[in-house]
């Protein structure tokens, strides 16, 4: 390096992707179908392994934690990912039952923030998921030391980059047993810009 870290990192390249069309009158009022929409997007657009994510978890004195891994399942329920209990997540988890996930698929600029409370799934489900691991993943694991765990979110943002840094910003709100949806930045900011303009 011939500079200093500072000065090599901002000459980096950033928002080189290519983000898809996207209008406020397309977003589904369920954030669930809008991930489904938004995950295979990305796998049709090229992006390697869309399934990977970042995991945020916090210890027993408050220190965050994160780790990469890959999301097992999602639907009514939650955003399922699965690990053992004796491990640093499986300890925190235990400690402070709430994470944060954070999906980052660059070449269509787009990101998914999940975070909620975690509950940890019947004992069935977790044993047909280790179940379902190959030979060599399974090697090592204690018997019943494997947990499937899903958050269960109250708040998902799906956020969409612009080169112009005007990113858009789709956030979910749990109020109840229903979501409350907000928009802001990306067309719905240049939307509001000209109705102020022509009014």
Do not use: C
Not at 41 to 70: F, K, M, N, Q, S
Not at 73 to 97: H, M
Not at 135 to 148: E, Y
């Amino acid at each position: 390096m011939d500079t200093t870290p500072a000065a090599w990192l901002r000459e980096r390249p950033s928002l080189t992707g290519s983000a898809p069309a996207l209008h406020p009158e397309s977003v589904p009022d369920d954030p669930l179908a809008l991930f489904l929409n938004w995950i295979t997007a990305a796998a049709e657009a090229g992006v390697a392994e869309p399934h990977v994510a970042t995991l945020a978890t916090v210890d027993a004195d408050g220190v965050p934690d994160a780790r990469t891994l890959i999301l097992k399942d999602v639907d009514e329920r939650g955003w399922a990912f699965a690990g053992t209990r004796s491990s640093a997540k499986g300890r925190q988890l235990a400690a402070n039952p709430a994470a944060a996930l954070n999906f980052w698929w660059q070449p269509v600029l787009r990101a998914v923030r999940v975070r909620g409370p975690v509950v940890e799934a019947p004992a069935g489900e977790s044993a047909a998921d280790l179940a379902a691991r190959s030979a060599t993943a399974r090697a090592g694991v204690v018997d019943g030391d494997w947990a499937l765990w899903r958050i269960v979110p109250s708040r998902i943002e799906f956020w969409q980059g612009s080169v112009d840094r005007r990113h858009t910003r789709i956030v979910y709100a749990r109020e109840g047993d229903r979501w409350l949806r907000s928009w802001s930045g990306g067309e719905g900011a240049r939307r509001s810009a000209d109705e102020e303009e022509h009014a």
